[in-house]
């Protein structure tokens, strides 16, 4: 019934879970039970990609077709085992919030209980006394505008992976849950300045090779027809959607780590968490060089 409790132990950890069969996803019937049992199982591989990092959520308590919000701040009722880091927060309301750390299992099952579909983290991960540290990724996010789809972002991400390369740096995808992709370039810790700076002019070079299909300006009114290489999201205040998040969208879809020999192909890049379970399984972490690799910005 709607407005039980149900009592669980998580790692040692009791929390009381609410409202498990109520429907979050209403085209598929998808509950908010199901939701927690994602994140559950989905958590040796999706855990050490929130470790460290302090976490924007993005909470739906009446579904995907009700009203969301962006949530920075821990909530009042935040238990004290959820670990916290007060950062800043230039051009928000508050000079400074109480982020949630996702650095364990019980934290993220209960931050499924309160509807947080979406998990977004920034590039730089702060110290155990709070302190933020550099950027260790770098992203870009390929955004296809319409008539572009998913097609041209393949070309796009493989066209940006060579460029990369000739950089001496390697890159790794993933799906954005929606319509695009998103590349990772892990590297040694530097500033988000140096990091922006060198995302943005990547994409300059790439729009200057490609400018039928590229794009790396900000105005919407340029986008049409070609994919926009947004390098702004290596700014210290952005966030990008985690790796096996959850995404919000008529159908439950997860932002998927994939390989390359699928981007090139014509295989399917859209993944449901059934899909992502059964993947994480047979593949381990696709992005796992991400939390070790480490390469030089030139």
């Not at 132990?9 to 009381?16: A, E, F, H, M, P």
């Not at 999201?233 to 995404?247: G, I």
Request: glycine share 8%; with cysteine.
């Amino acid at each position: 019934m709607s407005g039980t409790k149900t009592s669980v132990q998580v790692d040692g950890v009791r929390l009381t879970l609410s409202n498990l069969d109520k429907v979050l996803y209403p085209r598929h019937g998808f509950t908010k039970g199901e939701v927690i049992d994602y994140y559950a199982r989905i958590g040796p591989v999706i855990l050490p990609h929130l470790k460290d990092r302090p976490a924007t959520r993005l909470r739906y308590p009446d579904g995907v077709k009700g009203q969301a919000f962006f949530e920075k701040n821990a909530p009042s009722h935040t238990p004290d085992w959820v670990r916290t880091a007060r950062l800043p927060t230039p051009g928000g309301s508050r000079e400074a919030v109480n982020f949630v750390v996702i650095d364990g299992l019980p934290a993220l099952v209960w931050c499924a209980n309160l509807a947080a579909l979406e998990l977004h983290v920034p590039q730089w991960r702060v110290g155990p006394r709070g302190g933020a540290h550099e950027p260790d990724l770098l992203v870009f996010d390929l955004d296809p505008g319409p008539p572009a789809g998913v097609d041209e972002a393949r070309e796009v991400a493989c066209l940006l992976r060579d460029l990369l390369d000739s950089d001496g740096l390697r890159s790794f995808p993933k799906t954005s849950g929606k319509k695009g992709l998103h590349l990772y370039v892990p590297i040694e810790e530097t500033s988000d300045a140096r990091t922006s700076a060198y995302a943005r002019e990547a994409a300059r070079r790439l729009e200057k090779e490609r400018p039928r299909l590229v794009v790396s300006r900000m105005e919407k009114r340029l986008r049409s027809g070609k994919v926009f290489v947004d390098w702004s999201q290596n700014n210290r205040h952005k966030t990008t959607v985690a790796p096996y998040s959850l995404r919000a969208a008529e159908e439950p879809s997860v932002s998927t780590p994939v390989t390359w020999d699928e981007v090139e192909s014509d295989a399917e890049l859209r993944f449901g968490p059934d899909d992502v379970l059964e993947r994480a399984d047979r593949h381990g972490d696709l992005l796992e060089p991400l939390l070790t690799l480490r390469q030089k910005l030139r």
